[in-house]
């Protein structure tokens, strides 16, 4: 399993001091150093970044995080996205993969990080009140955006990492940061007539491979659009 590279120093650390204890407590009796090594092994499989690919329909919106949904809500009016819109709230718990992947195709035109809180990521105002940091992402056309992606920083997360400055283009499902330890990442996007919620309370959710929503779109797209559809249809990163 690939390991993210935004955890090498965590790994290296993990694994100095934990075989040391590991050792120290074996000596004494193997068993007291199990749990250790069991510590040593969490560490690296919370920085797995395992490859993800599938196929994209027009329209399809993809889980930016791996987790549990926990919030679906349908906003009147949202300022970011200058009307109405859909929030999905995906809680990432301390097992899950915390590597973030972008919901679609699209430019980033704002990047925005905030100091905050670090109230659990469960709790129903995590999304405003703790440190977060958060993308506007101009969806590549038929897809109707702007497109929000936050990245929530939660109890115990103190690190939120993003590689997508203002500029970056990004394809669907491709990584784009990662949140250090447990977190909560949002996905907001416009709601239209014809637009579809495909995730229920409660579903777990994998970033790149869940489809949380599909926008209504134009199938007779031009040219240049349907070859940014089907450049969705090949291997993300």
């Not at 889980?63 to 949904?69: H, I, L, Q, S, Y």
């Not at 679609?104 to 100091?115: E, F, H, L, P, T």
């Not at 990662?178 to 977190?183: C, D, H, P």
């Not at 869940?210 to 559809?229: D, G």
Request: net charge positive; charged share 20%.
């Amino acid at each position: 399993m690939p390991l993210a590279k935004e955890g090498l120093r965590e790994i290296l650390l993990a694994t100095l001091v934990l075989w040391a204890l590991a050792a120290g407590a074996g000596w004494l009796s193997w068993p007291l150093s199990i749990p250790f090594v069991l510590l040593w092994v969490w560490v690296l499989t919370f920085f797995r970044d395992p490859v993800r690919e599938r196929t994209y329909e027009p329209g399809d919106l993809c889980a930016p995080a791996d987790g549990t949904v926990t919030e679906i809500s349908r906003l009147e009016h949202y300022d970011a996205l200058g009307g109405p819109a859909v929030r999905i709230g995906i809680f990432l718990s301390l097992f899950n993969v915390h590597v973030n992947r972008s919901p679609c195709d699209g430019r980033v035109v704002s990047a925005v990080y905030k100091k905050g809180e670090f109230l659990d990521a469960r709790h129903p105002e995590s999304g405003t009140r703790n440190e977060s940091n958060t993308l506007l992402i101009e969806p590549a056309p038929p897809m109707p955006g702007p497109i929000e992606v936050r990245q929530v920083a939660g109890l115990v997360a103190r690190r939120i990492i993003s590689h997508a400055p203002v500029g970056t283009s990004l394809r669907i499902g491709q990584r784009f940061g990662l949140i250090k330890f447990g977190s909560r990442t949002e996905l907001v996007f416009p709601s239209r007539p014809g637009t579809e919620v495909l995730v229920q309370m409660g579903d777990q959710a994998r970033g790149g491979l869940t489809i949380l929503a599909r926008q209504p779109v134009e199938i007779n797209a031009s040219p240049s659009q349907a070859l940014l559809m089907e450049s969705r249809n090949r291997g993300n990163t």
